[in-house]
């Protein structure tokens, strides 16, 4: 079946200037032109989805070129797949690795952010449910200082630790 750039750009979510890249560097090659139009087969959609799936797993373009070239004397190169494969794969983990603790970090913030919402709402509640609020907080020589205004800004500015605030007399 043949297809058109504007085709490959719909499936691939590519621009059409990608795909014309790919085919510049060698990446798709074979590439049928007619009245200045280019026309795909199944075998560069096949290409495609490799480049996109070598592409998730963070190769370089070079490298994919360089697998594609390798690839077309498997027998004398097989060992350089192979090898070019588990580097990649150790780059790959790498990269997971990376990501899954700035996903951990971001959780802990989403955390403390959720956790001091819900602390404020409950401060507040409890200022507002008493006739004459006394708020105070623990400054660093241990003695209680009074918390006249009650914000989050407040509370990460100066990080004041809930644990140490004191309702006074509500």
């Avoid at 963070?58 to 192979?82: C, G, Q």
């Avoid at 602390?119 to 006394?134: E, T």
């Amino acid at each position: 079946m043949a297809y058109t750039i504007t085709d490959l750009s719909k499936m691939f979510n590519l621009p059409a200037s990608t795909i014309r890249y790919y085919e510049k560097i060698g990446l798709l090659e074979n590439v049928e032109h007619k009245n200045s139009h280019r026309f795909y087969d199944d075998s560069h959609i096949d290409r495609l989805n490799a480049i996109e799936c070598f592409k998730k797993a963070l190769l370089p373009l070079d490298e994919i070129k360089l697998f594609f070239t390798y690839e077309k004397d498997m027998e004398n190169n097989s060992e350089k797949i192979l090898e070019m494969m588990r580097v990649q794969e150790s780059k790959t983990i790498e990269s997971l690795e990376a990501l899954k603790a700035g996903l951990e970090h971001i959780q802990k913030k989403i955390y403390f952010y959720i956790s001091s919402q819900e602390a404020l709402f409950f401060l507040n509640r409890q200022v507002l449910q008493c006739q004459a609020p006394h708020l105070f907080f623990r400054s660093k020589d241990t003695s209680l200082q009074p918390l006249r205004f009650l914000s989050l800004k407040f509370l990460i500015d100066s990080s004041v630790p809930f644990g140490l605030l004191d309702l006074g007399n509500c």
